[in-house]
């Protein structure tokens, strides 16, 4: 059977340190599976510069590679671009802030926005037969919105979702934060959910990315005609 990659996206300005790293770090070290190869970015660790919105003047502006890694040798959103059209899979792990998701996430789609315009403007479908799992954490509340607007931008990018495509937990609702990371390390319920999220990508792609029969890889592409007026 071919390989399957599956990469994880942290997006915790924490990076490493954060419990939602934490959780998506263990799951994917739980992952025992010879057919999936795995990594992980650590977007805090990478020189993100912000969308320059190059969209809003004219949409044919927003390509891939995007104007500003054409042009700004420093950026290294190339990292994240090519590790998403070089994986299978990707897992978003985001925190919670005030109910949304994190500013590395915000500035991560934004940026994506040159992979998902090339379908709905150039007509060159790039991101295809990938699947997409999310991972939400937090200390109060909030993830079913955030799980929400994940989902709307990652299916007008192009991918696929499993059924019940993310994990999420958040906290007591109190302001003990310092408490969070001991439960989520003792309380093997947490980590069941995030674990549980992974095999759920991993089975969901081995079923519906690779022919049981003859081996061969899916290839399904949908040009989008979305708000294709004419005037
Ligand atoms: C500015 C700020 C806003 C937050 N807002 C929320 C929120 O709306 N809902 C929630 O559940 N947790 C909220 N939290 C708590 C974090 O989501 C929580 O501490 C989470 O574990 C942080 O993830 P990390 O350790 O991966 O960085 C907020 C934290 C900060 C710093």
Redesign the pocket.
Known sequence: MAKLKLLGIST?A?GRE????HLLNRAFEKLADGEIEKEIIVASELKLLPCRHHYSINAKMCVHPCLITQTDKSDEMKKIYDGILSADMVIFST?????NHSQLMQLIIERLNSLENSNSVHKKVLVKNKVAGMMI??????YQHVAGGLMNFLTELGMIFPPQAYAAW?GESNED?KS?RKRIETDSTIFEQFDDLVNNVVNFSKKILICSDCGEKLDYEHLSKKKLYKK
């Open positions: 915790s924490r954060s419990n939602s790293y925190p919670i802030y005030w109910g954490l937090g200390h109060e509340d909030g958040v934060t969070d």
